[in-house]
């Protein structure tokens, strides 16, 4: 039983980490395609420096926003489609719950096993040792 709660553990965080993965992506995904138009006006004007410092705010995070999805984007080029992470996330959002559930309904039978050995223990412990238990030997006084 103990494995089995384990191994929910590692899953469900396995999976969390992923959804975090996913949520950094899904907001890179969304600031670049938000920022783009600043920057694409940006490499067109002439005056560069009057444009940059009135939106450089913009470019700075599209230029972040870039770094970041050079190293995920598909062999192809393109960026991940925003349609398709918001899929994924709601689907690994569901399973993260399932997963706590699981894993709650787990770590309850763990607990109660655990409580189950220890009384046994205690009462073969007693048996062993030929002793009455402690309690009822005050019920046996009164």
Known sequence: MNSASQQ???TLKQVEKRLADM?????????YQQTKPFYDEYR???NKQRYRSEHEAEIILFEAARKTLKSVQTDSGKLPNSNTLRAE?????QEKDRLYQEYGKLKKQVKQLDTVKQNV???LNV???GREPEKDKRASID
């Open 89 to 93: 996330y709601e689907k690994l959002t």
């Open 23 to 31: 949520s950094l992506l899904i907001k890179n995904v969304n600031t």
């Open 127 to 129: 048996q062993a040792s």
């Open 8 to 10: 929910a553990a590692d």
């Open 121 to 123: 223990d205690q009462i």
């Open 44 to 46: 067109k004007v002439g």
